[in-house]
T-cell receptor
């Protein structure tokens, strides 16, 4: 079956570094996405990984290990505006179709 | 370039009423999606479309219907609203599905309460 697991909530301090983990089980993995969602707003795209390794984009980096079914999102130099939910989503090939499977999201709370 | 727009932003329905949630995108994307998001839960796909005239069911299609007569518009119809349909509804679009350009662009959402 298909399954995505993320921690429900994490707390970190302004200026620090935080790592949000995502583990997944899918039959036809074809890419992993991270989205950011501020409370009451729509999700917005952060990063995409399809090959193993680290993708860096400014303060945000995303890592993928396909053999372990594991990804993480690394946020550096945390700012108060980074308080949001972070959604992990996996593109899966099943039943002759691609579909995006979403995790429940990790709520990140930044404290001064 | 407005991106993806949705109307209304908020709506309260009585049990058994019907309504249509509107969604329009101006990015000429072929793929469009309707999701619902319940508190503390991930996004659940209701219906999607790969182009005008083509729609398909997602994970939770019961109680909903869609149509796609143009590339730009993808309305979601709720017939006989039930309390279980209380949720936030997001419309999204993307350029493709198979390639790395599968980034989805979301509308601002419609908050629906059924009482």
């Amino acid at each position: 079956g298909q399954n995505i697991d993320q921690p429900t909530e994490m707390t970190a301090t302004e200026g620090a570094i935080v790592q949000i983990n995502c583990t997944y089980q899918t039959s036809g993995f074809n890419g992993l996405f991270w989205y950011q969602q501020h409370a009451g707003e729509a999700p917005t795209f952060l990063s995409y990984n399809v090959l193993d390794g680290l993708e860096e984009k400014g303060r945000f980096s995303s890592f993928l290990s396909r053999s372990k079914g594991y990804s993480y999102l690394l946020l550096k130099e945390l700012q108060m505006k980074d308080s949001a939910s972070y959604l992990c989503a996996v593109r899966d090939w099943e039943d002759s179709n691609y579909q995006l499977i979403w995790g429940a999201g990790t709520k990140l709370i930044i404290k001064p | 370039n407005a991106g993806v727009t949705q109307t209304p932003k908020f709506r309260i329905l009585k049990i058994g009423q019907s309504m249509t949630l509107q969604c329009t995108q101006d990015m000429n994307h072929n793929y469009m999606y309707w999701y619902r998001q319940d508190p503390g839960m991930g996004l659940k796909l209701i219906y999607y479309s790969v182009g005008a005239g083509i729609t398909d069911k997602g994970e939770v299609p019961n109680g909903y219907n869609v149509s796609r007569s143009t590339t730009e518009d993808f309305p979601l119809r709720l017939e006989l609203a039930a309390p279980s349909q209380t949720s936030v509804y997001f419309c999204a679009s993307s350029q493709g599905m198979r390639t790395s350009s599968h980034e989805q662009y979301f509308g601002p959402g419609t908050r629906l309460t059924v009482t």
